[in-house]
């Protein structure tokens, strides 16, 4: 099994990422949905986890219709810089989410963060979270939308490793 998604990944890695980009757009496409049509509001930390996701996409996109090995190489070194910095959101949010915090204030919403902060004060308020950050409003067999990003996140830097170590042993 696992020497066939090698051989996969070998001869066929524009439709690894041309899967991977549309994973990471359905994603997108899910979230929205929630959004829009449930009446979810996202939080910070889900405005941000879109934002690598849809990095990630355009990335894995932009992959997908290219042949060259080296764009292949250095698009799987940009994957995993984008998907990294999502797990790490992602993460960050299920910890939240396992451990709420004592005091749950609502605080500002993340565009108010950045239209009245500096970008130095705004991130770390981001990732220090909100009392929304760690509530949990949709679950799907157990896991939470975040705990859901963070394995899409994982797994694509799996495989932006797999890519790189796949294209470093051939020299």
Known sequence: MANAFLMVLDNAP???FAFLSATCVAMLAFGLY??????????????????????????????SVSGSRRVHF????????AAGFGAFVAARQSWLQWYPPEVATCGRDFYGMIENFPLNRAIP??????????AIDWTFLGGSIANWAFLVFAATVLL???????RWMRR
Do not use: N, T
């Open 74 to 81: 250095w698009g799987s070194f940009a994957l995993l810089l």
């Open 125 to 134: 308020m981001i990732f220090k979270g909100s009392g929304d950050c760690s």
């Open 160 to 166: 932006a490793l797999l890519m790189l170590g796949r």
């Open 34 to 63: 929630l959004q829009h049509s449930q009446g979810l509001e996202p939080c910070p930390m889900c405005i941000v986890q879109r934002y690598a996701l849809f990095a990630v996409a355009l990335v894995a996109g932009l992959l």
């Open 14 to 16: 524009r439709r690894v």
